[in-house]
């Protein structure tokens, strides 16, 4: 949520003007986040967020509008994204629709892809409670069920192909028992993925980056009954296992932050709330343990390679890598037990 390209008023102004929401009345850059610039937009019809991308190329990103559009449909609380009106969506049957078909909700502003979505109410919650974490694994579960139909197929473009290309790059910058950790672990998850446990683990669309504050509660409810009001920035999502998904939500609301240790009431009641809408089948039970080491794995590559290959951005602030290296080596050396959530999982 870095601001890496300026955007004038004028031409924010234009845009939500021909998506039919008014004039524009205030825009404001977002400070955080490292992949995309951002900006909160007023209009005269209401709040919303526009997103230039910067990595990610417009053959990629319908499948993440389009996925948004179709949970949004399926009634999950995500951001909707605004579709321009004088673009017809691709026709014929959706199970034809390729990834990268043309989108009615693709934008083109200061010559980058962009979207406008709407801006969710509430606020996250950085310090969550057992009660905010049972709201996540609900809403987890829901979404992960309700993209089961998405027609558009694309794999998790910061999955294990990704590590693997990108672990030469960082090393460099690694001592010698960092160096040797990332290449342990990588060498780890190679082997799970070609054990038959993994091939049998569920699959589908995945939000990839649900960390809690990609997360919004109302902010009126009592702190014993939260509410979540939804969950935004899907653009890490991807075919992936649902495991996987779970596990980096375990990996940011199920520890305490400042040691990377692992919190078990706050997970079991993830994983308890999880299971009440989608129990976990027996080998998700099983590699359980391995898809944590794979989150960790996955978002301390991605830190050490933001941290230390950084691009140019007004108000750009990269993450601190040697979090997930402590969240890694938690997982890595320790034995967890999920006694509430893993025993009423069994599908």
């Not at 909160?40 to 919303?48: C, I, K, P, W």
């Not at 502003?109 to 996540?136: M, Y």
């Not at 375990?250 to 999880?274: F, K, V």
């Amino acid at each position: 949520m870095a601001v890496f390209t300026e955007v004038g008023f004028d031409e924010a102004d234009a845009l939500v003007r021909r998506l039919g929401l008014g004039a524009l009345t205030a825009l404001k850059g977002i400070e955080g986040g490292i992949e995309n610039t951002n900006y909160f937009a007023s209009t005269e019809s209401g709040e919303y967020v526009l997103t230039l991308f910067e990595r990610l190329g417009a053959e990629q990103l319908p499948y993440y509008l389009c996925l948004m559009k179709h949970l949004a449909a399926r009634g999950i609380p995500v951001p909707e994204p605004v579709a321009d009106p004088a673009v017809a969506p691709p026709q014929g049957h959706p199970l034809s629709i390729p990834a990268n078909a043309p989108c009615e909700l693709l934008h083109t502003v200061a010559g980058k892809p962009a979207a406008v979505v709407q801006r969710l109410n509430g606020k996250s919650e950085l310090a969550p409670s057992a009660a905010h974490c049972a709201e996540l694994g609900r809403l987890l579960a829901r979404m992960h069920l309700a993209a089961r139909d998405y027609p558009r197929i694309q794999p998790n473009l910061r999955g294990l192909a990704w590590w693997n290309d990108t672990m030469p790059v960082v090393l460099p910058h690694l001592d010698a028992a960092q160096a040797a950790l990332l290449r342990s672990e990588l060498a780890y998850q190679n082997h799970v993925a070609e054990s038959s446990a993994y091939a049998a683990l569920p699959r589908g669309p995945v939000h990839a980056d649900l960390f809690r504050d990609n997360a919004m509660f109302d902010t009126h409810a009592s702190a014993d009954a939260p509410r979540l009001t939804g969950v935004f920035d899907f653009y890490f999502a991807g075919a992936d296992s649902w495991l996987f998904d779970l596990a980096v939500c375990l990996n940011d609301w199920a520890i305490d932050l400042a040691s990377g240790r692992h919190d078990a009431a706050r997970a079991d009641a993830l994983l308890a709330a999880y299971g009440t809408v989608r129990p976990l089948t027996a080998p998700e039970r099983a590699l359980l343990p391995a898809m944590l080491r794979a989150a960790a794995l996955r978002f301390w590559i991605s830190r050490l390679w933001d941290f230390h290959l950084p691009r140019e951005a007004s108000m750009l602030k990269a993450h601190d890598p040697t979090h997930f290296e402590r969240v890694l080596r938690q997982r890595a050396h320790a034995t967890f037990e999920f006694a509430t959530g893993a025993d009423a999982l069994a599908a």
